[in-house]
């Protein structure tokens, strides 16, 4: 089993910025898809970025593009976002998710294995 913990939400003004955090626990972690998504009340999860964990390999939906950077620390067991220049359409419930996968990111939810519990995003404008 993979946990998945995320921190380092909360409420910012427009144009300003926020690092999410999210620290894995379980099985060694090697060929694993990483992705965050994000959920307002009422919509779909909505994809935001992933990072593929043994290559690198980063994807980005066009809405945080420029904005937003997906990264990993392989020795902490950690992925992060880091989010610029916020705007109130960000605001939403934040989660990270894993899934086994050697090659490509999945942007679809429903292939993630995994999720973490979520953290709020809160963009005043």
């Known amino acids: 089993q993979v946990q998945l913990v995320e921190s380092g939400g909360g409420l910012v003004q427009a144009g300003g910025s926020l690092r999410l955090s999210c620290a894995t626990s379980g099985r060694p972690f090697s060929n694993y898809a990483m992705a965050w998504f994000r959920q307002v009340s009422g919509k779909e999860r909505e994809f935001v970025a992933g990072?593929?964990?043994?290559?690198?390999?980063?994807y980005y939906a066009d809405s945080v593009k420029g904005r937003f950077t997906i990264s990993r620390d392989r020795a902490k067991n950690t992925m992060y976002l880091q989010m610029n220049s916020l705007k109130p359409e960000d605001t939403a419930v934040y989660y990270c998710?894993?899934?086994?996968?050697?090659?490509?990111?999945?942007?679809?939810?429903?292939?993630?294995?995994?999720w973490g519990q979520g953290t709020q995003v809160t963009v005043s404008s």
């Open positions: 990072i593929s964990w043994s290559v690198g390999s980063t």
């Open positions: 998710a894993a899934v086994s996968r050697r090659v490509g990111v999945p942007f679809t939810s429903y292939e993630y294995d995994y």
